[in-house]
């Protein structure tokens, strides 16, 4: 029988398995909990958000803030105009990918095509007769947006983002 040799730790290895040790014995967070920080799904969703939006040349974040009177009679300073990655980042955070379209017979899902269908959606919300978004566009085919996939993926939005 071979025996094993000793290994022996520097500190620094020493402090690392001690820190993934008491990781270990940490409180399970639910996904609802943990913050975008500690989320790598919602780094991962912004990292491709960013491809996607520079891809489509949307504009970035909101660049004039206006006083405004909301319902509970405070004022705030409320961005105006623009920000399409700013309401594509929000919507992005909030809503699970799941519930908007969802894998079956024969259909795929990919986050990268949601996060498309998502920015096609903000982009067509600001100008509707928005004509240079095309299903035939090479980087829209590649993700696998077609017209039903939007379709679904837009009403869903809508149902939800009315609630």
Known sequence: ??????????????AERLERKIIKYERYKS???KTAEEDFRLKEKMALLSIVASNF???????????????EGDEVLMPV???????????????????LYRGGKGR???????ITAICMYVMRQDNPRRGDIRYSNDFIR???????????ISQNLDSYLET
Do not use: C, W
């Open 1 to 14: 029988m071979q025996r094993r040799k000793h290994v022996f730790l520097d500190d620094k290895a020493k």
């Open 31 to 33: 996904h609802r909990e």
């Open 57 to 71: 040349m949307m504009t970035g974040h909101s660049p004039t803030r206006v006083i405004t009177k909301r319902e």
């Open 81 to 99: 105009g623009g920000g399409q990655k700013d309401r594509a980042r929000e919507i992005i955070s909030r809503i699970d990918f799941r519930k």
């Open 108 to 114: 795929k899902t990919d986050p990268l095509m949601v």
């Open 142 to 152: 590649k993700a696998g947006v077609t017209k039903q996939v939007y379709d679904n």
